[in-house]
């Protein structure tokens, strides 16, 4: 059974930081792109980092940029997001996602069951 499981949120300040992981179990990922997603609340979910499979390729969204970074770590199936100055309108709940191919592109397979970020001001 796939499993995805983040951990690493929490409740901080603004300007604070926190590195968010995910561990995969299961199956290997290590030829597929994996990123991460988050959703606020009465809002729809959005794309916050991808890396694909060599970690070789990784891109932030622009709301993110200059501030989180993402990275992975194939040997321990392993996805991480470096999160630093972090601002109120980043509070969200923060999901693990695993593409189909080895690029942050087309349909996603799988997704881990999210870590509430919470930024206060």
């Known amino acids: 059974q796939v499993q995805l499981v983040e951990s690493g949120g929490g409740l901080v300040l603004t300007g604070d930081s926190l590195s968010l992981s995910c561990a995969a179990s299961g199956r290997t990922f290590s030829r597929n792109a994996m990123g991460w997603f988050r959703q606020a609340p009465g809002r729809e979910r959005e794309f916050v980092a991808g890396?694909?499979?060599?970690?070789?390729?990784?891109n932030v969204a622009d709301s993110v940029k200059g501030r989180f970074s993402i990275s992975r770590d194939n040997a321990n199936s392993t996805v991480y997001l470096q999160m630093n100055n972090l601002k109120p309108e980043d509070t969200a709940v923060y999901y693990c996602a695993v593409w189909y191919s080895g690029s942050y592109t087309g349909p996603l397979d799988y997704w881990g069951q999210g870590t509430q970020v919470t930024v206060d001001s």
């Open positions: 890396i694909n499979w060599s970690g070789t390729d990784t």
